[in-house]
T-cell receptor
């Protein structure tokens, strides 16, 4: 079967750095997405990786290792507004997104 | 309209009733999707449409049907609602349903409770 694993919840301090991991086992791979979802709201796109390596976008970076079936989202200089769930999703061989359950990130002052 | 709209925002529905969730996008995206999101589970694809006039089944299609008469609209129908269909439903769209970096844009969601 297909599986996306992420930690259920993480806590970090305002101003710090946090790394949210995602491991996947899917039938085929056509890219990995990270989305942010604030409570009660819709998911919004953060990043996309299809080749191995690090993609940096402001305070957020995303890393991919296809051989290890592994990705992480790195958030720097955490702000209170970063409190949200972070969803990892992999596009499989049928070009459909398979979603992880999400990691709830709690930021403390 | 800017983006994707969904209606209603929330609904309480008696079991056995028929219900249509509406979704409209103004971005001229070819592909549209319906997901359900339940606590502790990832988004699960119900149905999708890669282009107007075509639809496909996702991971959890049973009890749901869709149509895609034009590019903008993608309604989801529950023929006879059951309590297990209580969930938050998200509609999404993207420029293409297949290859490439085409992120999905999501509507605000419909919170449905079936009693």
């Amino acid at each position: 079967g297909q599986n996306i694993d992420q930690p259920t919840e993480m806590t970090a301090t305002e101003g710090a750095i946090v790394q949210i991991n995602c491991t996947y086992q899917t039938s085929g791979f056509n890219g990995l997405f990270w989305y942010q979802q604030h409570a009660g709201e819709a998911p919004t796109f953060l990043s996309y990786n299809v080749l191995d390596g690090l993609e940096e976008k402001g305070r957020f970076s995303s890393f991919l290792s296809r051989s290890k079936g592994y990705s992480y989202l790195l958030l720097k200089e955490l702000q209170m507004k970063d409190s949200a769930s972070y969803l990892c999703a992999v596009k499989d061989s049928n070009y459909q997104l398979i979603w992880g359950a999400g990691t709830k990130l709690i930021i403390k002052p | 309209i800017a983006g994707i709209t969904q209606a209603p925002t929330s609904q309480i529905l008696a079991a056995g009733r028929r219900m249509t969730l509406r979704c409209t996008q103004d971005m001229r995206h070819n592909a549209m999707y319906w997901y359900r999101q339940d606590l502790g589970l990832g988004l699960r694809l119900i149905h999708y449409s890669n282009t107007a006039g075509t639809t496909g089944k996702g991971e959890v299609p049973d009890g749901y049907s869709v149509s895609r008469a034009n590019t903008d609209d993608f309604p989801l129908t529950l023929a006879s609602a059951v309590p297990s269909q209580t969930s938050v439903y998200f509609c999404a769209s993207s420029e293409s349903g297949a290859t490439g970096h085409y992120e999905q844009y999501f509507g605000p969601g419909t919170r449905l409770t079936v009693t």
